[in-house]
């Protein structure tokens, strides 16, 4: 996995394009009933098939979740990057996502990928804003986004959804 070229490099992990050779990868993220607590469930091999396909689409067109991978142990742990949200409560909005597997978790992996990923949006490609949406009785991501710096703006409820989520958001600074 790792042999395929970084997008972006932290300390610990390298964050890379997805290709259909990560599906079994993915499965211990979207497969798993716990990482997809606060997401849409758990999904099968067919819909991650087409996600990753939704990827390689989104990389050449705008914005994609890219694949993270942990350097010394070769392991691809899940996702983390941008994506185009159209009308977002109003608002077009490129949000910040993030999932990694289980056995992963507690390491810091996942602040260290999404503040890399906050890095290249308002500096190396200079977005003015990033939002992320969360659930706001997912303390682990409320971490996340409060550690890389993003803040509070306001709630929102989304179609299908029963109650609001929290949208976070981080501004270019001018
Ligand atoms: C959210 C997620 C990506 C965090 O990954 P991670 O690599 O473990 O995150 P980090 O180690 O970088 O940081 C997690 C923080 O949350 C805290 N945390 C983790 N679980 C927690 C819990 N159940 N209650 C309170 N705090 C918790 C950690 O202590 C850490 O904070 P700290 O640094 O202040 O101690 C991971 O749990 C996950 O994939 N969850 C399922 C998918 C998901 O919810 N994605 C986000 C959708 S918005």
């Given at each position: ?26 499965m211990d993220v979207f497969g ?20 990753i396909e939704r990827c390689r ?108 989520d929290r949208l976070y958001v ?5």
């Amino acid at each position: 996995m790792i042999g395929s070229m970084a997008v972006l490099r932290t300390a610990r992990l390298a964050l890379r394009e997805f290709t259909l050779a990560d599906l079994d990868a993915l499965m211990d993220v979207f497969g798993d009933a716990e990482v997809m607590r606060y997401g849409d469930g758990v999904q099968c091999r067919a819909w991650v098939q087409a996600w990753i396909e939704r990827c390689r689409i989104g990389y050449g067109a705008g914005h994609a979740p890219w694949a993270v991978d942990v350097c010394a142990s070769d392991v691809t742990i899940g996702y983390c990057g941008l994506t185009a949200i159209p009308d977002l409560a109003g608002r077009d909005e490129i949000e910040l996502g993030y999932r990694l597997a289980r056995q992963s978790w507690g390491h810091g992996y996942a602040t260290e990928a999404a503040r890399a990923v906050i890095e290249y949006a308002l500096r190396d490609i200079g977005l003015a804003r990033v939002v992320a949406r969360v659930d706001p009785g997912n303390t682990a991501s409320v971490r996340v986004v409060e550690k890389i710096g993003m803040r509070h703006e306001r709630d929102v409820l989304l179609p299908g959804y029963t109650h609001p989520d929290r949208l976070y958001v981080i501004e270019r600074q001018l």
